[in-house]
């Protein structure tokens, strides 16, 4: 039997996509693996942390951190998916001190494959095996080889005794410029101690297909030193497909691999809960009309704020001319 420490971090936000990936990772998992899953659970409520102790009826370790986001105060991301959760991926070597290697994941990830090949993979001279993030190839920190830190095997061991939660977190907190919310960092200060990884381990399959005019296979294998044929080729040769962008399936029921998510949606603890989503292609059809685009942002607006502000300032009137009437 082969143990594999995974480990996912969420808050509220990330709660149903992180229970996704964790039942995607289960069910594509060989016989022979056994994963021990972290979640470390930020601010989260006794009935959203009991919901993940469900996937111990799936032969599973299940251990649930709770902490508090209090260290990360004031520490605010320009991604309106990003947030200061993501910051606790610097705490993990003292968070999980029992383990001298982890493969950390994010929440908006399907697992495809088993991944115990991935973790056996030698790393004792670097803080961390990633994937390069192609599209921010061109980064304004003049990287050459930035990496993507949502899915990285980490060196706990080594980061503990260079003291690397102090220094990434106190980097985050004293630099100007940064534009990912942990990314950066590890970008910065792991420059010269990462191991590259296949692009199999992190694809961002649905993203290069809805900006495959930018990003052609051509560009994608060069980048990577892969020979696809077509965008499905990569997909299925994917071990781990990085639902990265705004276009998330919990929110878009059209978006790439909605469906791919969706089972695995109905096979997760909360399959009972219902999901408020949107068209993808509806906004993208209103976008490209600009009479449309301008009825939609108004009828957002009224819907938010306008409405409130007509019914308040309904109320002052009559409350006003209850008031002059003899």
Known sequence: MTRVPVVFICDRHY???TAVAITSLIENRNPQTHYDIYVVAAELSETEINKFFEFRECQTDIHVI???LKKFEGICSKSLYITPAACLKFDLPNLIPQHEKVLY???DILIQKDLSDLFAINIDDAYAAAVKDLPLKNNSLNIQDYFNSGVMLLNLKLLRENNMPTALLHLRKTATGLTCMDQDCFNLLFEKKVQFLPMTYNCFYGFFLRFRNKYTLDYINQGFGTTYASYDEMNKDSHIVHLVGWDKPWMY??????REWDDY?????FKHHRLKRKSMKLEDFIESHPVLNNLYYFFRFWRGKGFKF???KA??????K?????
Request: glycine letters at 6%; proline letters at 9%; zero cysteines.
């Open 315 to 320: 109320k002052e009137y009559f409350a006003h």
């Open 15 to 17: 709660v149903i996509p």
């Open 322 to 326: 209850e008031k002059v009437q003899p």
């Open 310 to 312: 007509a019914v308040g």
């Open 253 to 258: 029921f059209d978006s790439a691999l909605s």
């Open 105 to 107: 994941l994010d929440g």
């Open 66 to 68: 709770s902490i508090s």
């Open 265 to 269: 949606f109905q096979k997760s603890p």
